[in-house]
């Protein structure tokens, strides 16, 4: 299993502003993926972010918005840009266990933006 | 891209009853089916997992079913108890290696009654 840890774990920011979100892996992986979670809903993936190669991002969610970083195969990071009310989520870095499937979460960053 | 319906939204139960969450899948391809359960305030985290090889597993309390023709699956617990109380997630995808990504269900929000 991988062992991920994320910060900030919370946070309240500001209509306008950015906030970057860091993600750390105990262990080399090739490919990291960004979910979101909004209140009461389910996990959405946002991007999948690749060592060496810019992020791959889903329907609906664009690289100007949402910027990642991937500088070596254990960190990335992801940037929530000009930040709405309506970003107010739970932000969730996970990486999976290779050909098994199987997904391990960082504990997430609970994001409020007033 | 893979779709996945989950039911109930919600389902509350008295202490020591069975409960069943259902869902189906639209991509006929996808042949790891995994389910997540989230505590209120932490990380979703692996509860146990089918392939399509295979009809049913079972650890403890907890089991899933899986009908390829019909595309759908299910997790059953028994005698449930308080600490079952929080919201599951299942999950489909067709894996071909590493970097796979999850599509989630809406996700049941169990309650267990003393």
């Known amino acids: 299993s991988a062992v991920i840890s994320q910060k900030p774990s919370r946070d309240i920011c500001q209509r306008g502003t950015s906030l970057t979100i860091q993600c750390q892996v105990d262990?080399?992986?090739?490919?990291m993926f960004w979910y979101r979670q909004q209140p009461g809903q389910s996990l959405t993936l946002i991007a999948t972010?690749?060592?060496?190669?810019?992020?791959?991002?889903e329907s609906g969610f664009v690289i100007d918005k949402f910027p990642i970083s991937r500088p070596n195969l254990t960190f990335s990071t992801l940037t929530v840009s000009n930040m709405s009310p309506e970003d107010s989520s739970i932000y969730l870095c996970?990486?999976?266990?290779?050909?098994?499937?199987?997904?391990?979460f960082g504990e997430g960053s609970r994001l409020t933006v007033l | 891209g893979e779709n996945v319906e989950q039911h109930p939204s919600t389902l509350s139960v008295q202490e020591g009853d069975s409960a069943v969450i259902k869902c189906t899948y639209s991509?006929?391809?996808?042949?790891?089916f995994p389910w997540y359960k989230q505590e209120l305030g932490k990380r979703p985290q692996l509860i146990i997992d089918?392939?399509?090889?295979?009809g049913e597993k079972k650890d403890q309390r907890i089991a899933v079913t899986l009908n390829k023709t019909a595309k759908h699956f299910s997790l059953h617990i028994t005698e449930t108890q308080p600490e079952d109380s929080a919201v599951y997630f299942c999950?489909?995808?067709?894996?071909?290696?590493?970097?796979?990504?999850?599509?989630f269900g809406t996700g049941t929000q169990l309650k267990v009654e003393l």
């Open positions: 996970s990486v999976d266990s290779g050909n098994t499937g199987e997904l391990f």
């Open positions: 262990s080399q992986v090739t490919m």
């Open positions: 972010a690749n060592q060496g190669s810019e992020a791959t991002y």
């Open positions: 991509d006929s391809a996808s042949n790891y």
């Open positions: 089918i392939r399509s090889n295979v």
């Open positions: 999950a489909a995808i067709r894996i071909t290696g590493g970097g796979n990504k999850l599509t």
